[in-house]
């Protein structure tokens, strides 16, 4: 969550920031280069906090490994489920609508660790497929939890950018004897995709902060093995490097996703 | 007028309102098949809510639309069967901004119709030529003048193979110095013999390619004759004003 203040700051201000931003970056993968490469070279003579860090980063990369993975698959369902309901709110059906647009606004108003919950405890351990039993482990869980707030999200965008296609090119298509679904997907999508792609990434960079959520559902991904590596290191000190690690992860990670959301925000800006 | 042939586009009493603001009211017209009509008055006299009416972007209250034997105002209309019949241009082009100039002429008929994109290509290809813009093909509207873009729009509807064509006031957004080059189009379009609605307030095309004008202020009709008479003796005494503050 700290990095969407950061991303924010970057945003409204000057390059000066942008300059400041770009050393932390560069800070943050020094810092997570340092640990494997202290591992290669130093001798284990002594255990300093470099000597533990190095031990437990791979476990700590592992989990954050599934973070990513988990924000992937959840951007998929996300933007394919957000991106239907989106057009649902767009329809000219009013149940679809309604409907599309009540839904929107159920995930988008929910935060994002009451879906998590809400997942984890409504949702079964295993579900039944015909004769099989396919286990819902809880890293898909969280996957689902997580998707849902994308929904909301991609589902406002596509409104959003609908909205500010003029309603004429509707009428031009009218004309032209195209059926609405043809309109959507050939017209008004199209001329979408740009402005829809800044606040999308936007939203995605926001779900990789969330990912560690997952930690209270007990999924392995980065926080969960932090937390387990400083309860079995036992030692007070390693508490900041150890979640200096994990930060610098997630920064070196989201970064430059949030710098290029911000460059296309600039570009599209300018030409519009 | 020569009433041999049945109109193509018979407009009888028909009313439309927005709210509480009545904008037709109790409108008849009739276009002959392959004669040019134009309709003029001030703004916000109903003509555009007229033309919208024909090919059911506007659905009236009240009054019946025939265009081609097709009735417009039917409960269960066939609006897709209606608009390959009827092709319109707009007042601000709105061609499509993400395809070249080739491409929102072929888009409909390889689409919609499911031409053969072959055939299609080569018939969008003659049809630019046909508004004389050969060479501006692979072109995006943004890089096209407005009257270029105009020309575009109105071979984009003509690939549709229309029986009639709807114009609204196509040239009101457009620089003195290209007005004239879409008129000059959609004049050589009613030479062919294309039935044309004009909705314009350019005096001098009107007279010169209507067979017969309308006059309509506040949403009625107030007078029709052919240009001739019309221009040189309005016997409505609002037609006298009009013409008189226009010319």
Redesign the interface.
């Known amino acids: 969550m700290k990095l969407d203040v950061a991303h924010k700051v970057v945003g409204s201000t000057s390059s000066k920031s942008q300059a400041w931003m770009a050393t932390l970056f560069m800070m943050s993968l020094g810092f997570a280069l340092l640990v494997p490469l202290h591992a290669a070279l130093a001798a284990p003579a002594e255990r300093g906090w470099l000597d533990i860090l190095a031990q437990w980063a791979p476990l700590i990369f592992k989990g954050f490994c599934l973070n990513v993975a988990m924000s992937l698959v959840a951007v998929v369902l996300g933007t394919l489920a957000g991106g239907a309901l989106g057009i649902g709110q767009c329809a000219q059906t009013v149940w679809v609508k309604r409907i599309s647009w009540l839904v929107t606004e159920f995930f988008r108003n929910s935060p994002t660790l009451v879906l998590l919950f809400f997942c984890m405890y409504l949702l079964p351990f295993q579900v039944q497929i015909g004769p099989f039993e396919v286990p819902f482990p809880a890293w898909a869980k969280a996957i689902l939890g997580l998707s849902l707030s994308k929904t909301a999200y991609v589902s406002e965008i596509v409104r959003g950018a609908f909205a500010s296609i003029p309603s004429?090119?509707w009428?031009?298509?009218?004309?032209?004897?195209?059926?609405r679904w043809?309109t959507i997907r050939?017209?008004i999508l199209?001329?979408c995709l740009k402005r829809m792609l800044p606040p999308w990434m936007n939203a995605y960079a926001i779900m990789i902060m969330a990912t560690p959520l997952a930690s209270v559902l007990g999924v392995n991904e980065g926080l969960t093995f932090t937390r387990a590596a400083i309860t079995a290191v036992g030692r007070p000190d390693m508490l900041t490097p150890f979640y200096l690690y994990l930060l610098a992860l997630f920064f070196i990670y989201a970064y430059p996703i949030s710098a290029w959301t911000i460059r296309l925000e600039r570009r599209y800006a300018v030409r519009s | 007028m020569s009433q041999e042939t049945p109109p193509i586009v018979r407009i009888t009493d028909i009313h439309k309102s927005f709210g509480a603001a009545e904008v037709l009211k109790g409108v008849s017209m009739e276009v002959p098949r392959g004669q040019t009509v134009c309709i003029i008055g001030p703004s916000g006299s109903g003509k555009s809510t007229l033309l919208r009416c024909v090919n059911a972007l506007v659905t009236v209250d009240k009054g019946s639309i025939t265009v081609d034997g097709e009735d417009v105002t039917a409960s269960k209309l066939d609006k897709l069967a209606l608009r390959r019949k009827v092709g319109m241009v707009f007042q601000q082009y709105n061609l499509f901004p993400h395809r070249t100039a080739l491409q929102n002429v072929m888009m409909a008929p390889v689409h919609v119709l499911k031409q053969d994109r072959a055939s299609t290509e080569a018939h969008a290809r003659e049809l630019l030529r046909k508004v004389r813009l050969e060479g501006k093909e692979t072109a995006y509207p943004g890089e096209l003048s407005g009257g270029q873009q105009q020309r575009v729009a109105i071979a984009r509807s003509l690939a549709m193979s229309p029986r009639v064509m709807l114009f609204d006031e196509v040239t009101a957004a457009l620089d003195p110095e290209t007005v004239k080059e879409v008129l000059v189009t959609i004049r050589e379009l009613a030479e062919e013999g294309i039935t044309c609605l004009i909705v314009t307030h350019e005096m001098g095309f009107a007279r010169e390619v209507a067979q017969k004008v309308y006059f309509t202020d506040h949403g009625r009709i107030l007078e029709a004759a052919p240009p001739d008479e019309f221009f040189a003796s309005p016997r409505h005494e609002r037609t006298r004003e009009f013409l008189n503050q226009i010319l």
């Open positions: 004429t090119q009428e031009a298509a009218e004309t032209l004897a195209f059926s043809q050939m017209i199209p001329q």
